[in-house]
């Protein structure tokens, strides 16, 4: 009889295990779930000059999921620079330059609307205007002749919710809450023309 009850026991204890597991990397998958994170970034050679071309994966939590769907538009910032190093100084800020989206939720047509400047494009749902922000494409961010042949330089490039556009009573909460700290991480390559 105890020869039974240790195997059983062992077995038990194996699949808690195994469940044990199973549950850590569930829950550590939807907790990285939850952000901005950049994919990949380039700058890429053009004859008017330097293009940016990245791509981000933007998953919104649900404070900030439920804040759009209640009418209250989110601004992003897409922010680039270019940073040439230097041993025997500070280093030099070549460029640094930001657009702003503003992505809302207009609850009569049931869409969702991505703007830039004047521009602006509706979205039948949330996943397919995350998806359009995420990519930038073709971005013309430097002109021809501003990058010394030669030198090296460090681009850098980031996306972030700008809690500054938020209504007064959000930006307050925000303050106090890390739900709206919502970004990524500056991303940093070299960049030699």
Not at 2 to 30: I, N, P, Y
Not at 81 to 89: L, S
Request: hydrophobic share 45%; net charge positive.
């Amino acid at each position: 009889m105890t020869v039974f009850f240790t195997r059983c026991s062992k077995k038990l204890s194996r699949l808690f295990t195994l469940l044990a597991c199973t549950l850590a990397l569930v829950v550590g998958a939807a907790a990285q779930a939850e952000g901005i994170d950049v994919r990949n970034a380039a700058l890429v050679a053009g004859e008017e000059g330097y293009f940016l071309e990245a791509d981000f994966e933007i998953a919104l939590n649900t404070t900030l999921e439920e804040a759009l769907n209640k009418g209250v538009p989110l601004y992003f910032l897409l922010e680039f620079e270019v940073i040439r190093p230097r041993w025997y100084w500070l280093n030099e800020k070549v460029l640094y330059n930001q657009q702003q989206y503003r992505l809302a939720y207009n609850a009569l047509t049931r869409q969702y609307r991505l703007g830039l400047g004047a521009l602006f494009q509706n979205f039948g749902s949330l996943s397919e205007a995350l998806d359009f922000l995420s990519r930038v494409r073709r971005r013309q961010v430097l002109e021809s002749g501003m990058l010394d042949k030669g030198n090296t330089y460090t681009a850098g490039v980031r996306m972030r919710l700008d809690v500054s556009q938020l209504p007064k009573p959000f930006q307050l909460n925000a303050l106090a809450s890390r739900d709206w700290n919502f970004g990524s991480e500056w991303h940093r390559w070299s960049v030699t023309p």
